[in-house]
């Protein structure tokens, strides 16, 4: 079974999903549950060296109550 990659758009979560062929899988995050993903490339693995650009996360301050 084909293995390939997602990222979340939204949480920018990366995730791995089995693929059927000629089905598409249901594109959602694990993560955050969106269904706003992309498909990411694999072929290359992991990116080891590059430009590292300064990330600086936001997290939310409202948390959902409950
Ligand atoms: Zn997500």
Redesign the pocket.
Known sequence: MPLYEYR?Q????LFELFVRLGREPELK?P????TE?RKAFSLFGTTAAGSASGSTSSGAACAPSG
């Open positions: 979340c939204k949480c920018d979560h995050c993560r955050c549950g969106s993903v």
